[in-house]
């Protein structure tokens, strides 16, 4: 059975920076490109950033490209999302997935159509940012 497991949620005040981890069992996590989603209440979800099996491509959501870093050890199956200079607007859910394949799919993979790759997904753990 496989289990993914977000951890490291929590309240921050802004300018503050959290470490969400994400660890996996029960499949080869090295078979999987990771990836970190968020969602807020209200809204829908946004891809924030994933990460090919090597750790050596990463993409970025347009709107993640400066205060958040993702990056995975495989030798503990974890993947990590590194949050800096935290925002009211980070306040979210977050929520970790492992995809199909061992790629992200490029720059399209937050596009609805590769929805469907993204097979194993978390419970998600809380960020709230407060003033």
């Known amino acids: 059975q496989v289990q993914v497991m977000e951890s490291g949620g929590g309240s921050v005040q802004e300018g503050g920076s959290l470490r969400l981890s994400c660890r996996t069992s029960?499949?080869?996590?090295?078979?999987?490109?990771m990836a970190w989603f968020r969602q807020a209440s209200g809204d829908e979800r946004e891809g924030i950033a994933c990460?090919?099996?090597?750790?050596?491509?990463?993409w970025y959501g347009d709107s993640f490209k400066h205060r958040f870093v993702i990056s995975r050890d495989n030798a503990m199956s974890t993947v990590y999302l590194q949050i800096d200079n935290l925002k009211l607007e980070d306040t979210a859910t977050y929520y970790c997935?492992?995809?199909?394949?061992?790629?992200?799919?490029?720059?399209?993979?937050?596009?609805?159509?590769?929805?469907?790759?993204?097979?194993?997904w978390g419970q998600g753990t809380q960020v709230t940012v407060s003033s």
């Open positions: 997935a492992a995809r199909l394949y061992a790629n992200c799919g490029g720059p399209r993979w937050t596009d609805s159509s590769e929805r469907e790759t993204w097979g194993h």
């Open positions: 990460i090919t099996w090597t750790g050596g491509t990463i």
């Open positions: 029960g499949l080869t996590f090295g078979d999987h490109a």
